[in-house]
């Protein structure tokens, strides 16, 4: 009964991971969760531009590590603001950020896009109400003001039951976050609240304007985008305030770290860049599959030819085994490059490694004349040993290399480290249960007699 049920759970999960797989998959948009499941695909198998950034200050100031994840934050939300999902930030030791942005199309625009030193505005919506500025923000729109900065032209998508004009006004930036000199998270009465200090100018200005706009909408803007919207209860004179809401511990400390370091004052200049046209791109990926799939084959071919019917059921058990690992690469998500399949491939080595270690013991108990049920059950626990060993072993090394690819910025190292440990418990999964259940089951189906035939004794 035991392998049974093991079957209805190997079945189960074959038909959420064949489902994960479709090509397009609608995602999960349920209960509150939106979330896209599709194959995440690299800088280097798509095409686009790697660009290194470095903080343009002199090489005698210090630059905190608090500024730098700041920095960091600030570079990830121009990169969202461009539309590029697949994009990978990181740092990239103590005064650089690593940026690797697939499938974009114009690089000058991105590089210029990225060194700009972001904008934290206060902006007076007094016009409208407070539900229609929250609307503005849960959309994403981008907003017209009237900083010497520039004016941009606002998106027009308002995912909200506010009917917005798409014709925006100018609206008038009371300061800007040069005026802002700390900002923290407090906790009244079992709430979070963002607490706020001004400069002394800062604190003159914010004063006029809320003696004469209170219950106004006075909204705080990063980059153009609102993030944060709340209304004036009473006027603000002595320069320190409290931003109130429904706020979480981890929304109240990102609004927070957005007005610290909204405005951040370190430059950031380019100091390489790399661009990978489309076309070598897609070369690479081409040819990436087709030594995958020739690897493959000849695996497979092996494996039957050589282990008989065992080695057919865990050909069927590494099938099962690829088709899992693209169903976590894509649910988690895990961005695939070049390093990244190679970590794949590695990986499936490894399924392969742990069934050989199986059938071999197998074969030999079979040879000493156990029976069959002996056999298998030998076989298992005596491979064991030797499989926990050797795997735990690449995990291991997986999280060093995860950690140095990290601290570094090499996301080639950081790539493969994460698809070689995703592929390594899943084989581990694939070889204990799913090719011992199917094993199991298909001999006490089938009961063969002739070991030197079946098994390749």
Known sequence: MKQY????????????????????NPGIHALGIAKEIKTRLGL????????????DVPSTQVVTTAEMDNAKTIVENRVNGLGVTEAVVVRAGERRISVELPGVADPEQAKSFLKQTALLEFVDMSSITQQQALAYKDAGTTIVTDTPTGVVTPTQTISSSQTISPTQPV???????????TATVSVQT??????????????????DFTAL???????????????SAPTINDAITDGKGVISGNFTSDSANQLAVQLRYGSLPIPLK?????????????????????????????????????????????????????????ALYRFIPVTLTLPGIAGFLLSTGSALDANILIFERLKEELRDGRSLAVAIEQGWKRAWPSIRDANVATLIT??????????SGATIVKGFSVT??????????????????????????????????????
């Open 190 to 207: 079992g709430k979070y609240d963002v607490s706020f200090e001004l400069t002394s100018a800062g604190a003159k200005t914010f004063g």
């Open 5 to 24: 049920r093991m079957l209805i759970l190997i079945i189960v999960i074959l038909i959420v991971t064949i489902w994960i797989d479709l090509p397009n």
């Open 213 to 227: 706009h209170v219950n106004d909408v006075l909204a705080i803007v990063l980059d153009k985008k609102i993030i």
């Open 270 to 326: 380019v100091v390489q860049t790399q661009t990978v046209g489309p076309s070598l791109g897609q070369d690479s990926l081409r040819k990436s599959l087709i030594a995958g799939l020739a690897g493959s084959i000849i695996v497979l071919l092996f494996m039957a030819l050589y282990y008989r019917l065992p080695g057919l059921v865990a050909d069927a058990a590494v099938l099962i085994y690829a088709a899992l690992t693209l």
């Open 171 to 181: 609206w008038h930036t009371v300061m800007t976050g040069k005026e802002l000199k």
């Open 420 to 457: 070689l440990l995703v592929g390594i418990a899943v084989s581990l999964f694939t070889a204990i249960v799913i090719t011992r259940t199917l094993l199991t089951l298909v001999l006490g189906y089938f009961k063969p007699t002739n070991y030197p035939k079946w098994f390749g004794l």
């Open 44 to 55: 280097d198998l798509v095409g686009g531009l790697r660009v290194l950034l470095e903080a």
């Open 398 to 407: 997986c999280a060093i290399l995860w950690y140095f690819g990290s601290v």
